[in-house]
């Protein structure tokens, strides 16, 4: 087994030290949850449970928020920004941390780097360190600050989300070979808090892979994307609880135009419940999906250690 796979399969003993209460921060009119990559989709999907446990947020990318705040929010100078970055050392999040504290909003890190310059320049900590192996993809780091960020937004993270991640990581491999056979074109589709997760399974697919790929809210594939689905087609459709049923019949379309379709909570080529109530559902599913970024590379005899152009912290000049 390569480091790659190593980081993802063996994630689960990380979850299970990170679980446990946070103390929720004082309620502010508006949470920015920041970061860049990985981390900007673990804010996306952030932000939608945080409104929809009662704390208005929005997710804005490190830079945007480092440079054009008021593009974003018109009171910027007055929010809580949760800046999120596995190193913590990413230029543009650690700035706009920085920025954001100058001029007087707090902030809160999460990390998986205590000695960080973002640990050294927020108001509050949150960390968990990761898998030890970890390398340039962000595998283990990604679910633990997606766990950590749950907690700060006051959900309770059941331990049973663990064995929920692990049934679908080997439902889903059992089946993958023969999924993604022949296949060269992907896309992964989730509303909601699933959308950043589907974010981040295209991410991951398209780093580890470099297979092009793309992520949207589901009926929105319907407006122009559809167009590209054949019998190269690979739809990973991330079943929501608000409108399954419209998810399945898009699914349904996908199938009929030559696509394959894994459908996490819901019909498709591969199709397993995900078993977690709705706000952990994300958590639970993003093991497989890095894992599947990992079998897509290994059928094309790439190894993912060293992801082309890419480097473990992205930092400016
Ligand atoms: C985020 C990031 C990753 C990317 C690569 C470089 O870094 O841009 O999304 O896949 O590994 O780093 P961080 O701010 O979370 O450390």
Not at 55 to 67: F, S, T
Not at 196 to 212: C, P, R, T, Y
Not at 250 to 277: C, H, M, N, W, Y
Request: charged share 15%; proline share 6%.
């Amino acid at each position: 087994m390569g480091i790659t796979e190593a980081t993802i399969v063996e994630q689960f003993p990380y979850w299970q030290r990170a679980i446990g209460p946070i103390a929720t921060p004082p309620k502010a009119a508006l949470t920015v949850f920041a970061g860049c990559g990985t981390s900007y989709n673990l804010a996306l999907s952030l932000s939608a449970l945080s409104n929809a446990a009662g704390r208005p947020a929005i997710a804005v990318p490190g830079d945007e928020w480092l440079h054009r705040p008021q593009d974003h929010w018109p009171d910027w100078q007055h929010t809580h920004v949760v800046a999120l970055s596995r190193s913590g050392e990413t230029t543009e999040t650690v700035a706009a941390a920085r920025r954001s504290r100058s001029v007087g909003a707090r902030v809160t890190a999460i990390t998986c780097e205590k000695a960080s310059a973002l640990a050294r320049n927020c108001d509050s900590l949150v960390f968990a360190a990761t898998h030890p192996r970890e390398g340039i993809v962000m595998t283990s780091s990604a679910s633990l600050m997606l766990l950590l960020g749950l907690q700060l937004l006051g959900y309770v993270v059941d331990p049973g989300v663990v064995g929920a991640a692990t049934g679908l990581l080997e439902g889903l491999d059992k089946q993958l070979p023969g999924l993604i056979a022949g296949r060269s074109h992907f896309v992964f589709l989730g509303g909601g808090p699933l959308y950043g997760v589907a974010l981040e399974g295209a991410l991951k697919l398209m780093e580890m892979s470099q297979i092009f790929t793309q992520a949207f809210h589901p009926l929105e594939y319907r407006h122009g994307p559809i167009s590209l689905v054949d019998e190269q087609t690979v739809a990973v459709m991330l079943y929501g609880d608000v409108q399954p049923e419209a998810e399945a019949l898009l699914a349904g379309e996908l199938q009929q135009k030559g696509a394959r379709v894994i459908g996490f909570g819901g019909p498709g080529d591969f199709s397993q419940p995900v078993g977690v109530t709705p706000a952990l559902a994300g958590l639970a599913i993003l093991p497989a999906l890095q894992l599947l970024g990992e079998r897509a590379a290994q059928a094309r005899n790439i190894d993912t250690v060293a992801p082309r152009h890419l480097t473990k912290v992205v930092t400016l000049a």
